[in-house]
């Protein structure tokens, strides 16, 4: 995954906000709705209605004001446009759309859709840019203009079909080195395929997997339960698991927390291993009471086992305290001392 960064000191707002007062009034109208600076975005059609004019003539006047926004901004802001395109070679020569922000804008504009959709603007009006249309397999895009959309397209289909065959997320490396011909193109434009792929999603671990994949991809509450404990791998309360739902911002549905205990409580991949403490199944954690746990641990071990090993064989199935699982131990007939700090099943047992 390619390192994170901005252009400091850069306001496309201020920058654009400036060279729309050299455009006519109709054409500031059009580019600005066009593009959505300082309102939302409109169609041609939408614009026509309001100016009374066709759309072939609104598409007239937007060419002509972004001509004009060229010369004042491409030709004015050469130092701005050079550090664009040199950030653009930095990530591999392609970004997606909707990551522009956080490649290319401070984080203090990051949030803001005027910054946003007026460096968008600029990537228009950059003639080393070229706009990738999305498509079924491919994001809203932009290339540095020698980039070939083509080879990108035909590197995620070697992938998806990869990642299909073994079942399983691979870093980018053992995808490239699947496909030896792939070694021929930078390490950084590899890296940014997937964020452009609607068939490929890239986990924090740097692994890439497939978008239809729950595992990587949650789309419901239950799988982003999974998501959550395998990524922490590790137990945790019901609260804290929705709290990590929710900051990792999955998509804009609200999770309350008496969802994700329902869903706990559901779904057999979880196990209550606590007092509103789950664990994924797999991880070889047990129901029961702590008494049934140690019987667990005990059961076939005619001659007993040490209270250290006992101890640590429960707390690999449970979350409970040491004192716990010693109380049990000197308090229940389920279990007899068979030595020094020894324990077996009981007869009774």
């Avoid at 929710?246 to 205990?261: I, L, M, N, P, S």
């Avoid at 076939?300 to 690999?316: F, S």
Wanted: no cysteine.
């Amino acid at each position: 995954m390619v390192t994170t960064m901005t252009i400091k000191n850069f306001s496309p707002y201020n920058i654009v906000k400036d060279a729309l007062t050299e455009l006519r009034d109709n054409e500031k109208k059009v580019v600005s709705g066009r593009f959505g600076i300082d309102t939302p975005r409109k169609t041609l059609s939408s614009i026509g209605k309001d100016l009374r004019l066709s759309r072939e003539r609104v598409r007239q006047i937007e060419k002509e004001g972004l001509a004009k926004l060229s010369e004042a901004i491409v030709e004015r802001q050469g130092g701005y446009i050079e550090r664009i395109i040199k950030l653009f070679e930095k990530y591999g020569g392609i970004t997606a759309t909707h990551k522009i922000p956080e490649k290319f804008l401070e984080a203090a504009y990051q949030g803001d859709p005027n910054q946003f959709n007026s460096m968008v603007l600029i990537f228009h009006l950059v003639p080393n840019l070229k706009k990738i249309k999305k498509t079924r397999e491919i994001e809203d895009s932009w290339m540095l203009a020698h980039i070939s959309r083509d080879d990108a397209v035909r590197i995620i289909d070697d992938w998806v079909g990869h990642l299909k065959k073994i079942k399983k997320p691979a870093t980018i490396e053992i995808l490239v080195d699947a496909h030896p011909h792939h070694q021929k193109y930078e390490m950084t434009f590899l890296s940014e395929l997937p964020s452009i792929s609607k068939k490929l999603i890239q986990t924090d671990s740097g692994h890439v997997g497939l978008s239809t994949w729950s595992e990587i991809n949650p789309r419901n509450v239950r799988d982003k339960i999974y998501y959550v404990l395998k990524k922490m791998n590790r137990p945790m309360h019901f609260e804290e698991i929705a709290k990590k739902i929710h900051e990792q911002k999955f998509d804009r549905k609200r999770v309350v927390k008496a969802t994700v205990h329902n869903e706990l409580i559901a779904d057999k991949r979880f196990i209550l291993v606590g007092r509103g403490i789950y664990a994924l199944r797999e991880w070889g954690y047990e129901m029961g009471t702590v008494a049934d746990v140690i019987k667990s641990v005990l059961d076939g071990n005619n001659e007993g086992l040490g209270v250290d090993e006992i101890i640590k064989e429960v707390l690999k199935r449970r979350v409970v305290k040491k004192n716990t699982i010693l109380i049990n131990l000197k308090t229940k007939s389920d279990f007899v001392r068979v030595g020094e700090d020894r324990y077996a099943l009981s007869t009774k047992s």
